[in-house]
């Protein structure tokens, strides 16, 4: 099959919907908003039916997802997010005259997106991808995840709706179905200017290869994945051991553990092993399984729980109940810091309610494991402050090694805003300078251009004079509104 058409649309869009006004892009992203929320008696149901997810978790996850959308509205409608400059010129400069300069973010193109698994919603159809990317100027050529159809046919309607009613061309958004072929074809396209995708590491890195064997490279944003380790410290730790427990178990399980940022290995002193380990087993005992998004992924968990179960450096502190065809039971296994850094297996993701407890004797040791940490969408540190004054080389190590790093609190639950940032060095994502959740998502989609001596009447209204935007931009090396 040939998708030229369908790029030929996107394409077609691209020069038109590029320069739309920021206030028109608001109210479209506004409509789409306005429609999922007129469908979520029939769209929270279904959702539900198709992820395994209970109908409490996708309400707040539409929630999430018309805020998220609202959010990007309300961002390029101010306008400032293009990052507009203004260089003004000077002809009687010498020994050669000064040109004038104005530089800005303008879009890249067609943006494929796929689809997430774990948010029918949130990382999907009309997620933080599609959003970023329309906000940003971009038509979407979006690969429906196979996990769940008809939840992604029925938001596509919403978005082609919104298309329809904002007088917009058609190919500004359109939905693709296929399996593997087809999402490498769209990636090997040659009007696609980007990718993202939220997923596996298997996954991403093979989309990313793709990308840069084509003719033309092109960006790929994949997040695919972590295990967002836990560090704590003696004195928090001892302070509160049943806490940390229940905040421990309560985010290791949350969704059947079927969350990027779900914390899949935790770092505990030695002198509070066997404390840590009873306690979190009894709040394990106390989980009821459930299921998980489809029999693969429940396959795929158990399938590396048994690798693990053959590995003699790995104790259990609770072994989960016989294998499930849908549900995950969840599991802990406990091992040695010497044996952990031996091998880098240990560190793979386990997409599922399972987490490695590794038991550390001393700050050296945590050293150790700082530098032979692999990228992390987030690291968390459980100390105390006076247990963190003299630890800033530790602290600099981790910082090397996450997005995001959390003081308080567990790394499930991303929160969208505009300082969030979720992304991570390599493995956990194919750019550690992007970030899939937040307002600066937009920026993927976006290149700056520089414009010398541009005619007055071909400016866009970021870069005119007089600020017909009334946004914040610099202007001869000072910001003014």
């Known amino acids: 099959m040939t998708y030229d058409p369908i790029f030929q649309k996107a394409q077609e ?64 409608e101010e306008g400032s997010w293009v990052e507009a400059t203004i260089d003004h010129g000077d002809p009687t400069r010498t020994p050669a005259a000064k040109p004038d300069l104005r530089r800005f973010l303008t879009p890249l193109g067609p943006v494929v997106v796929f689809g997430a698994s774990n948010f029918p919603l949130a990382f999907s159809t009309a997620g933080g991808d599609t959003v970023s990317a329309l906000a940003a100027g971009c038509p979407v050529l979006y690969k429906a995840h196979p996990a769940h159809p008809k939840t992604s046919t029925l938001v596509s309607s919403i978005i082609q709706k919104a298309v329809k009613d904002s007088a917009f061309p058609s190919g500004l958004f359109q939905q693709v179905e296929g399996g593997v072929e087809t999402g490498q074809a769209l990636v090997k396209h040659p009007m696609a200017k980007a990718v993202a995708f939220t997923g596996s590491h298997v996954g991403g890195k093979s989309l990313f290869d793709l990308a840069n064997q084509r003719e033309e490279p092109i960006p790929v944003f994949a997040e695919m994945g972590s295990v967002n380790p836990i560090f704590t410290f003696p004195k928090k730790l001892e302070n509160d051991i049943v806490g940390a427990a229940k905040s421990f178990v309560g985010s290791l399980t949350l969704g059947a553990g079927q969350f990027c940022t779900n914390p899949g290995l935790i770092f505990v002193p030695k002198s509070l092993e066997k404390e840590f380990a009873d306690a979190v087993k009894s709040e394990l005992e106390d989980i009821t399984a459930a299921p998980m998004l489809h029999e693969g992924i429940a396959e795929s968990y158990y399938s590396a729980l048994q690798y693990l179960q053959g590995r003699n450096e790995l104790a259990w502190v609770k072994v989960a109940a016989a294998k499930d065809l849908i549900k995950g039971h969840p599991a802990l296994a406990k091992i040695k810091s010497k044996d952990w850094l031996k091998d880098n297996k240990f560190q793979q993701e386990v997409f599922g309610a399972f987490a490695l407890m590794v038991v550390y004797k001393s700050e050296d040791e945590l050293l150790e494991i700082a530098q032979k940490l692999q990228g992390q969408l987030t690291v968390t540190i459980w100390a105390e402050e006076e247990e963190l004054k003299d630890q800033l080389y530790l602290i600099n190590l981790l910082e090397e090694k996450c997005g995001r790093m959390l003081y308080k609190g567990v790394p499930t639950g991303v929160e969208v805003g505009y300082a969030m940032h979720h992304g991570g060095p390599y493995p956990s994502t194919t750019d550690s300078r992007s970030t899939s959740v937040g307002v600066y998502s937009i920026k993927r989609f976006a290149r700056p251009i520089a414009l010398q001596d541009m005619p007055d009447i071909l400016l866009p209204d970021a870069l005119r004079e007089g600020n017909p935007l009334k946004i914040w931009r610099m202007v001869d090396g000072e910001f003014k509104k």
């Open 13 to 76: 869009a691209f020069f038109f919907y590029k320069n739309v006004p920021g206030k028109e892009k608001a109210a479209f992203l506004r409509k789409i908003a306005d429609g999922i929320e007129s469908e979520k008696t029939q769209l929270i149901p279904l959702a539900s039916e198709e992820s395994n997810l209970p109908e409490g978790r996708i309400t707040g996850e539409l929630g999430r997802t018309c805020g998220q959308i609202r959010l990007f509205a309300n961002l390029v």
